[in-house]
């Protein structure tokens, strides 16, 4: 597992070896012992990236998701190879199938983003190798994620303020896709998928309206919104997914009470959770 100390890596890391399988995880501290070695790595999983800081770190954010992915694929003997993308790449698209054409601007900063992932994607793709394959991930949430994206910088923000400040428009929209129903499609793709390209998404959008709503009721936030514009990511494909393996549901208005816990108070429902 390449990327092991992100959440996506430390989350995958956990179910693979609860299912029983035996787990290398390469962090950013071991990756350049991992590289030096050049000793068979078997069937890999690379979920090595820059986020919500990409804007500030772009040489470092093209190394994460192109140079390495390269030195990867030239270097290390694989059985076979799961590049870990993003459904940001659709942000300027109007359909999302895996197969349509996507559209980017070279000269617009946050592009920068979508630019890098889709050049990783395709030193992938253009491997004829079949065990290479590529799942775009769309906003993934859980208990223990960070603060890097939208939905868990308003969390920080109301477990430690009891208020939430919102800077784009509550009818902006996002798909959003449990980092449990992440792990499982992952390991599906990884194992036996038929196809060499997956959205893993959960299909349905949610509006920042009906996420402060739900913690609003439940934890008595309140929600200061001083952004205009609604920014309306499109609905993501993943018929692909659903007819291959299960499809992840759209639970994230269920979960966010839970979610809003203070961390202490996740960690032992957590424990608890996991006695049961």
Same mark, same amino acid.
């Given at each position: 597992m390449l990327g092991a100390g992100g959440y996506v890596g430390r989350a995958m890391v956990a179910h693979l070896r609860a299912e029983g399988h035996e787990v290398a995880a390469v962090t950013r501290e071991t990756l350049a012992g991992f590289l030096a070695a050049g000793a068979?790595?078997?069937?890999?999983?690379?979920?090595?990236?820059?986020?919500?800081?990409?804007?500030?770190?772009?040489?470092?954010?093209?190394?994460?998701?192109?140079?390495?992915?390269?030195?990867?694929?030239?270097?290390?003997?694989?059985?076979?190879?799961?590049?870990?993308?993003?459904?940001?790449?659709?942000?300027r698209s109007e359909l999302t199938r895996e197969d349509a054409a996507i559209e980017v601007a070279p000269g617009v900063a946050s592009d920068l983003y979508n630019i890098t992932k889709l050049a990783g994607e395709a030193l992938v793709l253009g491997n004829a190798r079949p065990t290479l394959r590529v799942a775009r991930l769309s906003n993934v949430y859980g208990p223990g994620m960070g603060t890097d994206s939208f939905l868990g910088q308003v969390l920080?923000?109301?477990?430690?303020?009891?208020?939430?400040?919102?800077?784009?428009?509550?009818?902006?929209?996002?798909?959003?896709?449990?980092?449990?129903?992440?792990?499982?499609a992952l390991t599906a793709i990884a194992e036996r998928g038929q196809a060499r390209l997956y959205n893993v998404a959960s299909g349905r959008n949610t509006t920042h309206d009906a996420i402060v709503t739900?913690?609003?009721?439940?934890?008595?936030?309140?929600?200061? +919104?001083? =952004? @205009?514009?609604?920014?309306?990511?499109?609905?993501?494909?993943?018929?692909?997914? %659903?007819?291959?393996? !299960? +499809?992840? =549901? @759209?639970?994230?208005?269920?979960?966010?009470?839970?979610?809003?816990?203070?961390? %202490?108070?996740?960690? !032992?429902?957590?424990?608890?959770?996991?006695?049961?």
């Open positions: 068979p790595a078997g069937h890999v999983i690379y979920a090595i990236g820059l986020t919500g800081d990409f804007r500030a770190r772009p040489l470092e954010t093209a190394e994460a998701h192109v140079g390495i992915v390269a030195r990867v694929l030239a270097e290390v003997a694989l059985d076979s190879f799961l590049y870990l993308s993003s459904t940001r790449v659709y942000a920080d923000e109301g477990r430690r303020s009891g208020s939430v400040s919102i800077h784009q428009g509550l009818l902006s929209t996002k798909d959003y896709v449990s980092i449990d129903d992440v792990v499982r739900v913690l609003a009721r439940s934890h008595g936030w309140s929600v200061e +919104a001083d =952004g @205009n514009a609604a920014v309306r990511f499109p609905r993501i494909d993943i018929t692909r997914l %659903s007819s291959e393996f !299960a +499809a992840p =549901g @759209n639970e994230i208005l269920t979960a966010l009470p839970h979610l809003a816990e203070p961390r %202490s108070r996740m960690a !032992a429902l957590a424990e608890a959770e996991a006695r049961h």
